[in-house]
């Protein structure tokens, strides 16, 4: 799989707000998954956009996809203090997954 | 379903022994990953294992070995530890064939130190 970069590094919300956070890949890729992990739940599969997909749903998750631009997005709606996690992307279709930095995301009560 | 259980969960050893950390995968999964956490080098991967054969490969040394037995079990070992082996061990399990093939699933880990 392709080592996606999110962006930002680390992001501070208070709860109810919305958080967005980015993801950029180098090569063309035919899937991108997201994944958080924190100390709770460990690494948990959130949403997995095929290359077709331009957006997609699950629950508070909002995911995009712009091939063009090599990149993604994952918007959580209406944050709550369990979204506190780190954020991953992950490019390709491919079970070595490559995990980048992350974003770390801190939602406050 | 029930998830990716790991054991065990926690290990003390001591520098120059060996380990072996179980993986057992969601029910009808047939590909199991490996994976190692650390601060300083993040998430890497290990192996991956399907149908009993080792199908991809990270940029370990030949201490760390698997397998995978005919009920998708796995089992990963690490011989001759180091004080750098020290981590996290993360096992995934996904379909490994299907529309969601790509998708893993991951265990709670085996937290490893050695002393």
């Known amino acids: 799989s392709q080592q996606g970069e999110e962006d930002p590094q680390a992001l501070s919300i208070q709860e109810g707000e919305n958080a967005t956070m980015n993801c950029s890949y180098k090569?063309?890729?035919?899937?991108l998954q997201w994944y958080r992990q924190n100390s709770g739940r460990g690494l948990v599969h959130l949403i997995l956009i095929r290359s077709n997909e331009r957006e997609k749903h699950s629950g508070r998750l909002r995911v995009t996809l712009d091939t063009s631009k090599k990149s993604s997005s994952l918007l959580i709606t209406a944050s709550r203090a369990a979204d506190t996690a780190s954020y991953f992307c992950?490019?390709?279709?491919?079970?070595?997954?490559?995990f980048g930095k992350g974003t770390l995301l801190t939602v406050n009560p | 379903k029930a998830g990716v259980t790991q054991t065990p969960r926690y290990l003390i050893k001591t520098r120059g022994q060996q380990v072996t950390l179980s993986c057992s995968p969601i029910s009808g999964h047939r590909s199991v990953s490996w994976y190692q956490q650390t601060p300083g080098q993040g998430l890497q991967f290990l192996f991956e294992?399907?149908?009993?054969?080792?199908?991809n490969k990270g940029n370990f040394p030949g201490r760390f070995s698997g397998r995978q037995f005919s009920n998708s079990r796995s089992e990963m070992n690490v011989s001759t530890l180091e004080l750098g082996d020290s981590a996290l061990y993360l096992c995934?399990?996904?379909?490994?064939?299907?529309?969601?093939?790509?998708?893993?699933?991951f265990g709670p880990g085996t937290r490893l130190t050695v002393t």
């Open positions: 090569t063309s890729i035919n899937n």
């Open positions: 294992y399907f149908s009993e054969t080792q199908r």
């Open positions: 995934a399990s996904s379909p490994g064939v299907g529309g969601d093939a790509y998708e893993q699933y």
């Open positions: 992950v490019g390709g279709s491919n079970y070595k997954l490559t």
